[in-house]
């Protein structure tokens, strides 16, 4: 049995969010304000299959047609509406001919907010990166189901070694990449040239160099591309500067699991890390000080963490199948659901309460228009009934007056025979 924490939740102020797992799935998960901040799926697409596990998730959660792409096992992209899940657009990436999708995964996924001027309005880019390090930049039409609008760039981010994330900026214009044997590097996107690579840290007392190898990484600000903050499998957490140099500026050690998950804060300078052993704490990197853990004790390890951009909330999920709503200031646990699967990413729609309010009205005025059309028919209908059963009734009346008379005359005439 998977430990479970008994620290009571309060309840999360009104919020949606969306997980990915290891079977495929994409469920959707709401805390509306009439349930009292209770977190409950509401809804569920997509068939269990392993061959469909979700390894990236990116959404672009506009108020006009929003976007969500997910890139699964196979090697194929899906472009989906995240407000019912309805499919828009399936992309399959054929560049590398007799490789299997297994031996060289898609490690990273991007979903690009900015609309290019040259483009038309129902179509998206997409940056991806696969675990050999080969990158790409596609821009597809949602509206041409046969092939993408122009051809892609790609372009190697590595020589060596295996890619285990990307990360872009808020401006979208510079790129993160790292991973096992693989330094962190950025590029610009817009020319695909490499601008820094991260260097090792030197060896210690004992002459002893640290493996590459980084798990996650994040920009410490959206507006910033200079500062980075990654994460690594010695259990360490380094705070990048592109413009001073390219070791790190602060190197604290967290535990002693690797750092599987790192989100930024939207303060600048807090950073929320989840490692191998369920732990989940806010560090202030500015400094390299612990702030604290969050309370209650996760019993897998955290894959992925998303920060709210509006609600002072964090969400987190990993492979104890549970999504945790924590409270930022206090890092209490709000609210927790227990999704079954193994979970590898949950990302926030901000436009929830928006959104409710449209669909809520959209299904008011559908109702309305259907109970009025039930109404109609009923009222068309229900005098040709009537009028049925009243011309039946009146002819069942006029047989039994004529049978009567008919009886009358009889009985008349036998009578008459009688006196005669």
């Known amino acids: 049995m998977p430990r479970t924490t008994t620290v009571d939740c309060p309840g999360c102020p009104p919020l949606r969010a969306l997980t990915f797992d290891a079977l495929g799935l994409i469920k959707v998960i709401e805390a509306p304000e009439k349930g009292g901040g209770v977190a409950k799926v509401v809804e569920r697409w997509g068939d269990p299959d392993a061959s469909k596990c979700v390894l990236a998730a990116s959404m672009n959660d506009r108020k006009i047609d929003p976007l969500l792409a997910v890139a699964r096992k196979n090697g194929v992209i899906e ?53 050999k390090g080969n990158a790409s930049i596609k821009t597809v039409d949602l509206a041409d ?110 535990r002693e699991t690797p750092i599987k998950a790192v989100a930024e804060d939207l303060d600048g300078h807090t950073v929320y890390i989840g490692n191998g052993s369920g732990d989940l704490a806010s560090v202030d990197i500015r400094t390299g000080k612990l702030l604290g853990c969050f309370l209650g004790k996760c019993s897998g390890s955290i894959r992925s963490i998303a920060r709210h951009p509006e609600l002072p909330v964090i969400a987190s999920c990993g492979l104890d199948s549970y999504l945790r709503i ?12 227990f999704l079954k699967q193994h979970l590898t990413k949950v990302v926030f729609d901000t436009n929830f309460t928006e959104e409710v309010k449209h669909v809520a009205a959209d299904l008011a005025v559908h109702e309305s228009q259907s109970i009025g059309e039930i109404e109609t028919a009923d009222e068309t209908e229900k005098p040709a009934m009537k009028r049925k ?22 009985e008349h005439d036998i009578a008459a025979a009688d006196d005669a």
Request: proline share 5%.
């Open 145 to 254: 189901t046969q092939g993408d609008s122009g051809a892609p760039k790609t372009w190697n981010v590595c020589g060596s070694g295996n890619i285990l994330f990307s990360e872009v900026d808020g401006s979208e214009s510079y790129a993160l990449f790292g991973g096992k044997g693989v330094e962190v590097n950025m590029w610009d996107l817009e020319n695909c040239t490499k601008i820094w690579t991260a260097k090792p840290p030197p060896a210690d007392s004992l002459g002893i160099f640290t493996p590459t190898w980084f798990t996650s990484a994040t920009f410490l600000s959206k507006d910033d591309h200079r500062k980075v903050v990654a994460g690594t499998n010695n259990h360490q957490v380094r705070l990048y500067d592109i413009s001073a140099q390219r070791r790190p500026v602060v190197s604290i050690d967290f």
């Open 389 to 410: 059963k009243s011309s039946s009734k009146e002819k069942e009346g006029i047989k039994k007056l004529k049978s009567k008379k008919r009886r009358k005359n009889q």
């Open 326 to 337: 924590w409270d930022i200031g206090t890092r209490q646990l709000l609210s927790s659901v």
């Open 79 to 131: 472009i989906l509406n995240p407000l019912n899940g309805e499919l828009s657009r399936t992309v399959s990436d054929f560049s590398n001919a007799g490789v299997r999708p297994e031996d060289d995964a898609i490690a990273g996924l991007h979903l690009f907010r900015r609309q290019r001027v040259e483009l038309t309005p129902r179509s998206c880019t997409l940056l991806t990166c696969k675990t």
